[in-house]
């Protein structure tokens, strides 16, 4: 959770300083920071998920966490992805912090799939 929080506060200060210094606007570039604040507490709460390298295979299986988990999180970024697309051909702009969510929205089931007990 914390590994979370600083990737999302970290990818907020990207953000303010990508949008105060660049006067072109280039919606992948704040999608992208949306995934790299999540990517990191995603990744490691995934690997925690697998068994480890000493254990035989039979002995601990592979979770079905850790399957949901990598198929939503290529599910998020192909939807969001898709979406981010469509907006770029329809003409709209959205404001940089509407693609930054995005890019987090794409992780977010993922990483929480990765961190449930159940």
Same mark, same amino acid.
């Given at each position: 959770?914390? +590994?979370?929080?600083?990737? @999302? $506060?970290?990818?907020? @200060?990207? #953000? %303010?300083y990508?949008? =105060?210094?660049?006067?072109? &606007?280039?919606? &992948?570039?704040?999608? $992208?920071? =949306?995934?790299?604040?999540? $990517?990191?507490?995603?990744l490691?709460a995934? #690997? ?8 035989? *295979?039979?002995?601990?299986p592979?979770? *079905? ?13 192909i939807?969001?992805?898709?979406l ?6 329809? =003409?709209?702009?959205?404001? *940089? @912090?509407a693609?930054? +969510?995005?890019?987090? +929205? %794409?992780?977010? *089931?993922?990483?929480? +799939?990765a961190?449930?007990? $159940?």
């Amino acid at each position: 959770m914390i +590994i979370g929080a600083i990737g @999302v $506060f970290g990818a907020w @200060v990207a #953000l %303010a300083y990508l949008d =105060g210094k660049t006067s072109d &606007r280039q919606e &992948r570039r704040y999608w $992208f920071l =949306g995934l790299a604040g999540l $990517f990191p507490a995603w990744l490691i709460a995934f #690997l925690g998920l697998l068994q480890p390298v000493t254990q035989k *295979p039979d002995e601990a299986p592979l979770p *079905p966490r850790a399957l949901l988990s990598s198929g939503a999180l290529l599910c998020g970024i192909i939807v969001t992805d898709y979406l981010l697309r469509r907006l770029q051909k329809s =003409g709209r702009t959205l404001r *940089p @912090v509407a693609y930054w +969510i995005l890019g987090l +929205i %794409a992780l977010l *089931p993922a990483w929480l +799939i990765a961190l449930a007990r $159940f």
